[in-house]
């Protein structure tokens, strides 16, 4: 496998050069061709001169999810950020450009520049994210994406020191989300060895733990629930697991907790030194990343999230004023897309925060220099309508409850239910909360238990606490049968109301032209050159 060889420059030498790309970037690609940020740019009066640094693109506004995501009135909006070279764009910026693009032209031919832009600007794949106030956003890729997304693929298996020897048994659900394909990626980068199940879903846990054991899996790709679930029932019968060396985890937080219970089931399937490592990524971003082996192995604090400085850039602010912050403070994660063609995204406010920002320093597993985030992010772009929410009045966010739960050595499983007492819109609300005991355990001292933490950590105590056996939660959570785990449900009528809607517009209408029919740039047409 080829190596990174700009991961152990010196912070200063790496930083000059995304410097270097970020203004090229935006003079050359973003501002010429992106028909969302031209306009942005041109109403805030923001010339493209002016950013010199990192610190300048502050002058730019921040994008948000709501002013990316399609409208049923403007279903069109996400394709505005694609970058679009047409001819008249290429016009408008003046001579110099024209003639670069004629010298590419007459050196390759109509048919070879056309081939060219294609690859760079024509989008022929597509991500989503979760849509609930709004229609599912799409962010699409080109093929130069794509390739870009296969570098950092590979990147992320350098860093967990995988090989073409390795066998990887890939058990993301599968979607047109960035778990399953960033996965699928990264092992067509590196050419090792892959059985794309497609999750408890597609294949059926019992299949992907057989494949486990007769290919002698090596690698393990799921979301950490997941993973948890597959792990479990491979100790009940007790499957021989020992070739499995890396868990690579994705989709959802790894509290500390549920890591320590990962490990000890991987020692009863006879699983030894396994890196357990956790990711982050969102959709808008592309690529996901992943702390190093050396900290995936260790019990101890990891070392934070190694990122690629060639393929965005990472701000870290005050969530309340929108101040960016210095080197190691707690705050907001903004991205801003680098290099890329398809969706391209400037200051784009995730909603994720994140305790001890960014650190420049070496890390002190790997010695890799590049920039890290902190481990301890909490996901507010994972359940959007969850993330704050109020309950007997009082603001909860919903985020807590993972570490509390997922960690407690008692508790299996275990579901969060909101409704109404009695159904009743104007009544109070209800907090349910559904747990699979560990055997063996009390349940009236975990009931006890569960209530005084839940009250003294969130300040709001569950109605009530409902037991059920292993096998009937997992049915409740779909974890077999779901493309996502339905950890928290929401009946309240307003909810329910709301969820009503939002599939309703996703229903296709007969008078609606297909989606591949409605203004995706044409780059073949826009690109060609010759004059009438």
Request: glycine fraction near 8%; proline fraction near 6%; include cysteine.
């Amino acid at each position: 496998m080829p190596k990174t060889l700009w991961d152990h420059l010196p912070s200063k030498q790496y930083l000059a050069a995304q410097e270097q790309h970020l203004i090229r970037f935006i003079r050359e690609q973003v501002y010429p061709y992106s028909p969302y940020y031209r306009e942005l740019l041109d109403y805030q009066r923001i010339k493209p001169g002016i950013i010199r640094t990192v610190k300048d693109i502050s002058a730019i506004p921040f994008t948000t999810k709501a002013d990316i995501a399609p409208l049923p009135e403007e279903p069109d909006i996400p394709l505005s950020l694609v970058l679009q070279p047409t001819r008249e764009r290429i016009k408008e910026r003046g001579l110099s450009l024209s003639i670069r693009h004629g010298a590419m032209r007459f050196a390759r031919g109509k048919r070879g520049y056309s081939k060219l832009m294609d690859f760079e600007y024509l989008p022929v794949h597509y991500h989503f994210t979760i849509g609930r106030t709004a229609l599912p956003t799409p962010i699409l890729y080109t093929a130069f994406d794509l390739s870009r997304m296969r570098e950092a693929g590979r990147r992320l298996f350098e860093l967990l020191e995988l090989t073409r020897e390795d066998m990887v048994i890939n058990a993301f659900p599968f979607a047109p989300h960035l778990a399953f394909w960033m996965a699928y990626f990264a092992a067509d980068a590196v050419d090792v060895p892959v059985l794309h199940t497609g999750g408890g879903r597609i294949l059926g846990t019992l299949r992907i733990l057989n494949a486990l054991e007769r290919l002698k899996g090596t690698v393990l790709t799921a979301t950490p629930g997941y993973a948890y679930h597959l792990l479990r029932l491979a100790a009940q019968e007790g499957r021989d697991l020992s070739s499995l060396h890396t868990l690579i985890m994705g989709g959802d937080r790894l509290p500390a907790g549920l890591k320590g219970k990962i490990l000890e089931l991987l020692d009863k399937v006879g699983a030894e030194k396994v890196a357990v490592a956790s990711t982050y990524g969102f959709t808008e971003g592309r690529v996901a990343w992943s702390e190093c082996r050396a900290s995936a192995l260790s019990r101890e604090e990891g070392s934070g999230y190694h990122l690629f400085p060639d393929m965005e850039i990472i701000e870290i602010v005050d969530p309340e004023s929108g101040k960016r912050l210095g080197e190691g403070e707690d705050g907001e994660i903004v991205y801003t897309s680098l290099e890329w063609r398809g969706s391209v995204l400037l200051r784009f406010r995730t909603g994720d925060l994140v305790k001890g920002g960014l650190d420049l320093t070496p890390c002190p597993y790997c010695g890799r220099t590049v920039p890290r985030l902190g481990l301890d992010i909490t996901r507010s772009s994972e359940y959007k309508e969850f993330e704050l929410t109020k309950l007997k009045g009082t603001l909860v966010d919903l985020n807590a409850f993972y570490p509390l739960l997922s960690g407690h050595k008692d508790v299996l499983e275990w579901q969060l239910e909101m409704r109404k007492h009695n159904d009743d819109p104007f009544d109070l609300d209800e907090l349910n909360l559904h747990v699979a005991p560990s055997e063996g355990i009390s349940k009236k001292y975990l009931e006890k238990e569960l209530a005084e933490l839940l009250q003294h950590e969130i300040e709001v105590a569950p109605t009530r606490i409902v037991f059920h056996s292993l096998p009937r939660l997992l049915q409740r959570l779909g974890l077999d049968t779901k493309g996502r785990e339905r950890r928290f449900v929401d009946l309240r009528p307003e909810a329910l109301e709301k969820k009503g809607k939002a599939l309703e517009e996703l229903e296709p209408r007969e008078e609606e032209e297909p989606p591949d029919e409605r203004g995706i740039p044409e780059t073949r047409e826009a690109l060609d050159m010759d004059e009438d």
